[in-house]
């Protein structure tokens, strides 16, 4: 019986110091992108020596979540390592169709679950902020469309009422290709007759659920508004290949 049992050991300062700057990221609270203190400050802070908090760092980087850059200062890492981003967006940029239907299966399990959540739990800055981007989104229409990015902040700013860290953390680390992939998105459905109102009126309908409080209603809005981009991003592609051809 005595054999099941292993001798408990206590954990090293820089233990404890990797698990709590694990634990701050898996939270939120550190960012991808965001430099962290200092040694020295962070030695302070939590009253170790910076031996300690520097031989944490090494382990931190050496997993994946800290990188030192040239020039200075070490940072939250994002999930999606930047060398692999990179050749993705251009893959969407070139409007490779397995590539952008992938994402949109990545943006459909993400966004229609943030839009659930955001439904139940968005506060009133939450939705006064999307009225505040619909309304821009109403203007640029009248001029043929608006700017991806402002589509970009909207989808955001949903997943951001969702209230959940890890939601957002994970929409951070791939936003290039999210951006990416609505800027190809909206350059196909611009240049089709129709669909500059129907998108419109998809994030209105989307806006309007959450700011109900109708949490089903919400996701099935934002499903069908993303299986729409998905189902005709494709037969658009399609046919701009068919005419090359």
Known sequence: MATVFKPIRPKKLSEEIVNQIKELISRGDLKPGQKIPSERELASFLGVSRPSVREAIMVLEA????????????????????????????????????????LTEVRIGLETWSAYLAAKRAEDSDIERLRELYAIMVEQAKSGGWDAEIDFQFHLTITAASHNTLQVHILDTIQTLFQATI????????SKEGYIELLLNHHREIMEAIAARDPELARDKMMEHLTLVDEKLALFLQRDKSDRV
């Open 63 to 102: 997993m994946g979540f800290l990188e030192s850059r040239q020039g200075g200062g070490t940072y939250v890492r994002s999930l999606a390592d930047v060398t692999m981003a990179d050749p993705l967006a251009s893959m969407v940029e070139q409007r490779d169709p397995r590539m952008l239907h992938a």
């Open 183 to 190: 800027m190809v998105a909206l350059s196909e459905f611009y």
